[in-house]
């Protein structure tokens, strides 16, 4: 967040506090004006994960759609191949779409034939956190995003070179900055 334009970040916390100085009530609108405020410029240059977000459940709700909020904070999955970034490959970076966070790189982007958006390498060793998953009777490595906690997908060992590593990630975790964004050209 140390990294987006001033005026955007206090309009967006303008908004989401009330008058009355209780909690900070941030909606779906809110959180989506807040991901498409980050550039690919201020995502490249966002290369720490010190400040951890911490949120309740409640605040997670307001700001996710149920699909997101499934996901990214139950754990959830996509149908493969019907989701939005499976057949997506433009320039730019994919950020978490709980806190903003950058995930991953279009360079290492590939088409896995999953049915979702496949990784060999996170853009940063300590972008992604690993768990282990013991869901559907069987044991496997979950991701989550290391800023705020939200379950991106899982990794496999099945990838290309040179990492040999599928990062198995759920399009509604991900939100997608391009390389070449309007707010960069003016």
Not at 151 to 159: K, R, T
Request: net charge negative; glycine share 4%.
């Amino acid at each position: 967040m140390k990294n987006l334009p001033l005026l955007p970040l206090l309009l967006f916390l303008i908004a989401a506090c009330d008058t009355q100085g209780q909690n900070p009530v941030v909606t779906q609108e809110d959180h989506t004006y807040f991901l498409n405020q980050i550039t690919y410029q201020s995502a490249m240059a966002d290369s720490t994960n010190e400040d951890k977000v911490v949120r309740t459940d409640e605040e997670w709700r307001q700001r996710l759609t149920s699909e997101e909020y499934r996901i990214l904070r139950n754990n959830g999955t996509e149908i493969p191949f019907m989701n939005k970034y499976n057949s997506h490959y433009e320039d730019g970076v994919y950020i978490c779409k709980g806190c903003g966070q950058p995930l991953f790189h279009s360079d290492t982007k590939y088409n896995s034939r999953s049915g979702w958006p496949s990784y060999w390498a996170p853009i940063r060793e300590d972008a992604v956190d690993e768990k282990e998953d013991r869901s559907f009777f069987m044991v496997r490595t979950e991701i989550v995003c290391s800023r705020c906690d939200s379950h991106l997908g899982h990794v496999f060992d099945d990838g290309p070179e040179p990492t040999g590593l599928r990062y198995c990630m759920n399009s509604a975790a991900l939100h997608f900055v391009p390389k070449e964004s309007s707010k960069e050209e003016s």
